[in-house]
């Protein structure tokens, strides 16, 4: 089932969200849902918050990186309770794009290299270093669970230059080629 994204705005992207068990109703299912979600939209991640759920469940496909990137290849995962607990390495631009945001596209300044402890769908911590596109796309879906998107990396001055910009997406005044979930008024932050 392909959930509509939610997009800038709703308070649930503000949310910090909650800490899941393995055993968390129909999790496969979820799992399977979020995938078809992120894919359909075109994305490389998607956090539970940009569904409307408030838990701490990201999917993340970087495959599309693998010619840039062969480590990214294999990466697509479901990561339950994500917490990134170190980052280090030299900050890198990236134009980052979120599906939260269509049309918005902004370097991003992030760190090369992300400790990160997870669950996977079975129970099974995971304690392990990435860096490249898979780092970044960590960073920016862990930011989700915590209340936090791409824009709040952006300098205030560029902030203010993007503000109608950001109005307009969270009045639904934007084109997206997926289904989005707008609450009708602007929230500043
Ligand atoms: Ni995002």
């Known amino acids: 089932m392909i959930y509509p994204i939610v997009a800038y705005g709703d308070p ?18 979820l799992v399977a849902d979020m995938f078809e979600t992120m894919e359909h939209a075109g994305g490389v991640g998607l956090a539970a918050p940009q569904i409307g ?14 010619s840039e990137d062969p480590a990214a290849g294999g990466f697509r995962k479901a990561l339950l309770n994500p917490e990134i607990y170190a980052q280090e390495g030299e900050e890198w631009a990236f134009n ?6 269509p049309g918005l596209h902004e370097d991003v300044y992030r760190p090369s290299v992300v400790h990160i402890r997870y669950m996977d769908e079975t129970g099974l911590a995971h304690d392990e ?7 970044r796309v960590l960073q920016h879906e862990c930011d989700h669970l915590n209340g936090k998107t791409f824009v709040d990396h952006l300098s205030p001055l560029r902030k203010a230059l993007l503000r109608r910009k950001l109005d307009c997406i969270a009045k639904g005044a934007v084109s997206a080629d997926y289904k989005m ?7 500043h932050r």
């Open 12 to 29: 649930v992207l503000r949310r910090q969200a909650e800490e899941i068990g393995s055993d968390y109703p129909d999790l496969k299912q």
């Open 53 to 66: 759920l408030s838990i701490k469940l990201i999917v993340v496909d970087a495959t599309p990186f693998a």
């Open 181 to 187: 979930k707008f609450v009708g008024k602007p929230k």
């Open 96 to 101: 980052e794009g979120c599906l939260s945001f």
């Open 129 to 135: 270093v990435y860096d490249g596109y898979v780092a």
